[in-house]
């Protein structure tokens, strides 16, 4: 395609706008060039969109102009596009964004560095998917560039609701949509990047270059430096969509000591039309029962409310065990899938309000816990066969079970049956006395170490909420000798007014595997001496 029929191709999206605002057959270059009007009314968006608002905004629209070409439609699109972001969503995508995703468009149009960092399910990445098509439309030529933690991540987040966006417009945007690459012509595309693609760019120094760090809470500092080296010409536009659940890097600084930088929107949950409206109003995005109830589970100031719904940085009290920022790298952290060895972790309910959990650790992956190992109550019987049947379902090697109270029951049972389980009694001596003070102490230091960022063979976890909080709720202190303590089941519960029981039983899925580097700071060193481990693991 050349340069000029790539003007002609704007020219043939900016000619579909008819007075009724019905699309018309449009070929790229091939256009009929009689006069053509553009509606002055605002369209009607599909309901079933994501971004439907309840009351659109009413935007004057490009009025009585006479159009002889389609270079001159062009013009007057891009122009008119260029003017109001809110426009081009509404009669050329045919989305009604709320005034936040409004927001976040016209901050990209003004400010060279966009930063929005929301609660989760907040919108931010289906304005993402359309600020992509509005900022090629409104600059010509022109590239956006893509990059997130994963390349996983950039197809099934930005990429994907820049794919919905593009099949569903009004207007048909033309180019070659694939996976991760959209071209309209020669230097006006839209591209995805890896991490490790990203490190290898350079020369980001045209006109008009957009370049989108989605959950950029959990891209590696190397690759912000590689973008702000590539473009240092300083003619590119940053748009950073985040949660702030971080603190260092990047996007704390923007946050914090680097904000006068960015150009700052923060979205919590109170403030999104759903929670607003205490109903439905935009499919997707967070609820307000969902927001009561995690308030009311984990704690007005916790850091996981601070950071889901009330869209704040974590407090990252010095006792905290296992930052919540480590537990962010986890859940998008690539590993070898399914490398084994299959090791479950059962935790045992001990009172009938508690959950029995069986967390399955694969390799260095920790599955999602499916619906079906997480049991209301502590039913030794009902425990153990949901246990004997993922153990031999999953191929497992080994069952550690918290063997306190009723779990003692569930781990005599399961050793009927013939299978490898190991009962453990957090409460006896660790194996590491000058460390720890006990076994609970020890196995839990082992959980902060399997998701440490440093550690070169850190766990990968599922996006489980109730996961991480558990996780990131637990309190450490070091007694008079030095040693840690982790507190007990009871002090927690005391405190969290809950069970942290999928923490638990976390825990006792990878303690085994991380208790040869366990160490009262996380350094990793060759030469370091090793606990003795437990004689059941040689």
Request: overall charge neutral.
């Amino acid at each position: 395609m050349t340069s000029g029929d790539g003007r002609k191709q704007l020219g043939s999206l900016s000619s579909c706008v008819s007075l009724k605002g019905k699309k018309k057959n449009s070929s790229t270059g091939n256009l009929d060039c009689k006069r053509l009007k553009l509606s002055s009314r605002t369209s009607a968006a599909s309901p079933h969109k994501m971004s439907t608002s309840t009351s659109p905004r009413e935007t004057p629209l490009l009025s009585s102009l006479e159009i002889h070409s389609p270079e001159e439609a062009a013009s007057h699109l891009q122009s008119r596009s260029r003017q109001s972001p809110e426009w081009y969503f509404r009669e050329i995508l045919g989305i009604n964004p709320w005034a936040k995703q409004i927001e976040i468009a016209d901050s990209v149009n003004r400010y060279e560095k966009t930063l929005c960092y929301s609660c989760v399910a907040s919108g931010k990445s289906f304005i993402g998917g359309a600020i992509i098509p509005w900022w090629l439309t409104s600059r010509h030529p022109s590239r956006v560039f893509i990059i997130a933690p994963t390349e996983r991540q950039i197809r099934i987040n930005l990429w994907s609701e820049l794919s919905r966006v593009y099949y569903s417009a009004r207007i048909p945007l033309g180019g070659e949509m694939q996976t991760l690459d959209w071209k309209l012509d020669t230097d006006w595309l839209a591209k995805g990047f890896s991490p490790k693609d990203a490190m290898g760019v350079f020369g980001l120094h045209a006109p008009n270059d957009l370049i989108v760090f989605d959950d950029a809470q959990g891209i590696a500092q190397d690759v912000f430096d590689a973008f702000e080296n590539a473009s240092a010409s300083g003619t590119a536009h940053y748009l950073f969509l985040c949660n702030p659940a971080v603190v260092s890097g990047t996007v704390y600084e923007a946050i914090t000591s680097r904000r006068k930088e960015f150009h700052s929107i923060q979205i919590d949950a109170f403030h999104t039309p759903n929670v607003q409206a205490n109903r439905v109003v935009v499919p997707g995005l967070i609820v307000k029962d969902k927001v009561d109830e995690w308030v009311q589970k984990y704690g007005w100031d916790s850091d996981f409310v601070r950071v889901k719904v009330r869209a704040l940085v974590p407090k990252q009290e010095p006792d905290t065990l296992i930052p919540l920022d480590w537990l962010e790298m986890a859940k998008t952290r690539e590993v070898i899938q399914h490398q084994g060895p299959v090791i479950l972790g059962v935790d045992v309910a001990r009172f009938g309000d508690d959950e029995s959990v069986i967390c399955v650790k694969d390799g260095r992956q920790l599955l999602p816990i499916q619906n079906d190992y997480v049991l209301q109550g502590n039913d030794t019987m009902q425990v153990a066969g949901r246990v004997l049947r993922a153990y031999r379902g999953l191929g497992a090697i080994r069952a550690n079970i918290d063997e306190i109270g009723v779990g003692g029951g569930v781990v005599d049972r399961l050793k009927e049956q013939a299978i490898n389980v190991h009962g453990i009694n957090v409460a006896e001596k660790p194996f590491d006395e000058e460390r720890f003070v006990n076994l609970r102490s020890e196995m839990w230091w082992a959980a902060r170490e399997s998701v440490d960022p440093k550690n070169p063979a850190a766990m990968a976890i599922p996006n489980d909420d109730a996961l991480c909080a558990d996780l990131s709720a637990m309190k450490y202190s070091v007694d008079s000798a030095g040693r840690i303590k982790v507190e007990s089941k009871e002090e927690t519960k005391k405190r969290l007014k809950r069970s942290p029981d999928r923490g638990d039983a976390y825990a006792l899925a990878v303690f085994e595997s991380y208790l040869a580097i366990a160490k009262p700071v996380s350094v990793y060193t060759q030469n370091s001496t090793l606990p003795r481990r437990p004689a059941w693991l040689k």
